[in-house]
Each structure stands twice: as structure tokens, then as C-alpha cells.
């Protein structure tokens, strides 16, 4: 029976690009609202106000979402604070390094894809 602890966590393939997944639903989220918001609502009104701050409060979530998993990632990478030291195969040091390093991208991207909707007013122009 595998045990399902942090030091003997091995993540699979799935868990390899969930971070981009999200990524990608917030992305599409984020520019799907704006695209309608564009269409439905004048740029001066309040409700242009209202959706720009809903797109922040879905990006700031997915920002947050992606955080934790990377914060969550690089406590599995490095589990030891207790003294106990993990013995792990090669190929999870590797898993576990990519999925860290994969995380962090995906929340880099995340925070610089809602830059645009934060910073410019809802369909300026």
C-alpha cells in the first residue's frame, strides 16, 4: 500500500500541467469577460466599472490558486524541516523539481496576463 504523505508524494503526469491548466481557464475567463463586457456594457458606465473589478477579482483568485500550488509544490520539494531526511528515487526529485519550477511559470504568466485588464479601463477606445 503506497502511503500518500508529503515525503512520499510522487506527482504523475496530470499534475504536471495543472498549473497551465488553470492558467489557461483563467485566461480565457479573463479575456472572454472583457470581449463581453465590451459588447454589453459603454466604457464610461457603471457597469464597465463593476466588470473590470470582477476580471481583477478573477485574476487576483487565479493568481492566489496558482501561488498555493507552487508554495504547496515547493513544500513537498523540500519536506525536511523537521530533521527527517527523505530518501527518494532520482526520477521524483526530477517530478517534483518540474512541477515547482512549472508552477511558478504558470503564476508568473498568470500575474502578467491580468496586468493589461487591471491597468487599462474596459474597452478603451
Given at each position: 500500500m503506497r502511503s500518500t504523505g508529503i515525503?512520499?508524494?510522487e506527482p504523475g503526469m496530470l499534475r504536471l500541467?495543472?498549473?497551465?491548466?488553470?492558467?489557461?481557464?483563467?485566461?480565457?475567463a479573463l479575456y472572454?469577460?472583457?470581449?463581453?463586457?465590451?459588447l454589453y456594457a459603454a466604457?464610461?458606465?457603471?457597469?464597465?466599472?463593476?466588470?473590470k473589478l470582477a476580471?481583477?477579482?478573477i485574476w487576483l483568485l487565479h493568481v492566489y490558486l496558482l501561488g498555493a500550488m507552487?508554495?504547496?509544490?515547493a513544500r513537498r520539494l523540500y519536506p525536511g524541516q523537521d530533521g527527517v531526511a527523505v530518501d527518494r528515487p532520482s526520477?521524483?526529485?526530477?517530478?517534483?523539481?518540474?512541477?515547482?519550477?512549472?508552477?511558478v511559470f504558470a503564476c508568473a504568466a498568470m500575474f502578467a496576463t491580468g496586468i493589461?485588464?487591471?491597468l487599462v479601463a474596459v474597452c478603451q477606445g
Open positions: 515525503a512520499q508524494y500541467f495543472a498549473g497551465f491548466c488553470i492558467w489557461a481557464v483563467g485566461f480565457v472572454v469577460g472583457h470581449a463581453l463586457s465590451c466604457p464610461a458606465s457603471p457597469a464597465a466599472t463593476a466588470v476580471l481583477i477579482a507552487a508554495w504547496r509544490s526520477y521524483a526529485w526530477f517530478t517534483l523539481r518540474l512541477v515547482l519550477l512549472l508552477d493589461p485588464i487591471a
